[in-house]
T-cell receptor, first 115, second 111 residues
Framework: NAGVTQTPKFQVLKTGQSMTLQCAQDMNHEYMSWYRQDPGMGLRLIHYSVGAGITDQGEVPNGYNVSRSTTEDFPLRLLSAAPSQTSVYFC??????????????FGPGTRLLVL | QKEVEQDPGPLSVPEGAIVSLNCTYSNSAFQYFMWYRQYSRKGPELLMYTYSSGNKEDGRFTAQVDKSSKYISLFIRDSQPSDSATYLCAMSYSSASKVIFGSGTRLSIRP
């Protein structure tokens, strides 16, 4: 049971490049989310999904796309990278239901630097 | 004004001391309250989870929620150097709604 895995661990991009951050979980969790963490800002929700085929926007969705074709995978796509997207990105997953938030697990993060 | 306010610290205390970490919030509709611990260059991990008001204890950790004051606390007894980390408070309106995080307090326990 690997929990939540993220790849790559670290990435450098040039402005305008695109890339996909990968996230996978093996706990059969319905809910998956993407957050970004910036100094002094805490964790901010980018996009989330409550099940395969269902996604919705969080607080800061601009410049990012997601899809959820399987329960296990939830990739985050940067369409045209900008320096403002330099951040640490965390993927999280949890069960649904009334006590779902007790089961939330985060991945180890991807550090992204956009030059 | 942010929905959730948390003093960023850093907070430095000697080993064995009692640590008090706090968050205030503005929206009385929050019902679920959580504390996460995040070690350097790692993902956050859930430490404590409380529904509505009251106290919850787990080993050396106690989480307290005062909804009338819109104030939550995490107490760490007999603090250890291994408790050195960033602590994030988090809260949500319902079990299905998004979670709002505080900015985190950096804690250092001196041996």
């Amino acid at each position: 049971n690997a929990g939540v895995t993220q790849t790559p661990k670290f990435q450098v991009l040039k402005t305008g490049q695109s890339m996909t951050l990968q996230c996978a979980q093996d706990m059969n969790h319905e809910y998956m989310s993407w957050y970004r963490q910036d100094p002094g800002m805490g964790l901010r929700l980018i996009h989330y999904s409550v099940g395969a085929g269902i996604t919705d926007q969080g607080e800061v969705p601009n410049g990012y796309n997601v899809s959820r074709s399987t329960t296990e995978d939830f990739p985050l796509r940067l369409l045209s990278a900008a320096p403002s997207q330099t951040s640490v990105y965390f993927c999280a997953s949890r069960t649904g239901g009334i006590r779902g938030q007790e089961t939330q697990y985060f991945g180890p993060g991807t550090r992204l630097l956009v030059l | 004004q942010k929905e959730v306010e948390q003093d960023p610290g850093p907070l430095s205390v000697p080993e064995g001391a009692i640590v008090s970490l706090n968050c205030t919030y503005s929206n009385s509709a929050f019902q679920y309250f959580m504390w996460y611990r995040q070690y350097s260059r790692k993902g956050p991990e859930l430490l404590m989870y409380t529904y509505s008001s009251g106290n919850k204890e787990d080993g050396r950790f106690t989480a307290q929620v005062d909804k009338s004051s819109k104030y939550i606390s995490l107490f760490i007894r007999d603090s250890q150097p291994s408790d050195s980390a960033t602590y994030l408070c988090a809260m949500s309106y319902s079990s299905a709604s998004k979670v709002i995080f505080g900015s985190g307090t950096r804690l250092s326990i001196r041996p």
